[in-house]
């Protein structure tokens, strides 16, 4: 009899060593609002495409290029002496505005100023850091930039409002070679 007794308390002791029993959550999250807003992305960024399409076909004077990141852009001045472009860490200085994509002056060139900007290390946005590295010294462009590139879900807080695709003129005046790139 006390075989029994040890071998209950024994299989007893083995079933309590179960450990506890996970929660079940009580709802189960699709990712509904991620996907949705990813469709809502998609189809205001077509809009925005479909915009500047239009735009581009309406220009017949001039030869416009896509970039690689999504913007377009033709040049006013060209500088074919040179085959030097900016790199990472490099300092550049420049001039450029921001225009409506109806030419609506948001920030004149004069407003913002000439700046100096450290090629990928410093804050500007993203259609404008990209755009620098595809004009040489002395160049001037003007690149048509959908919201994605421009400001944005946010705008700027001040003058460009949310989801506003922009234009924006950009003279690259000086090239600074930095020791790292010069010997890459």
């Known amino acids: 009899m006390k075989k029994y007794w040890l071998l209950i308390l ?84 420049l001039a450029y505005n921001v225009v409506s994509l109806t030419n609506d002056t948001i920030y004149s060139g004069e407003e913002i100023g000439i700046i100096k900007y450290k090629v990928d290390k410093e804050e500007l946005f993203p259609g404008l850091r990209n755009s620098v590295k595809l004009l040489k010294e002395k160049e001037t462009a003007t690149f048509l930039f959908p919201s994605s590139l421009a400001y944005g879900y946010l705008g700027d807080k001040d003058r460009i409002g949310v989801n506003v695709p922009i234009k924006s003129t950009i003279t690259l005046l000086k090239i600074e070679k930095q020791q790292d790139s010069i010997q890459n």
């Open 10 to 93: 024994f299989l007893g002791s083995l079933a309590a060593c179960d450990g506890p029993e996970p929660r079940h959550p009580k709802e189960r999250k699709t990712g509904s609002f991620i996907k949705a807003s990813v469709e809502r992305n998609k189809a205001l960024l077509a809009k925005e495409e479909k915009l500047i399409q239009s735009i581009i076909e309406k220009d017949s004077l001039r030869t416009y290029i896509a970039s690689a990141s999504g913007s377009w852009y033709y040049y006013h001045q060209k500088n074919e002496a040179s085959n030097v472009f900016p790199a990472p860490d490099d300092l550049v200085t």
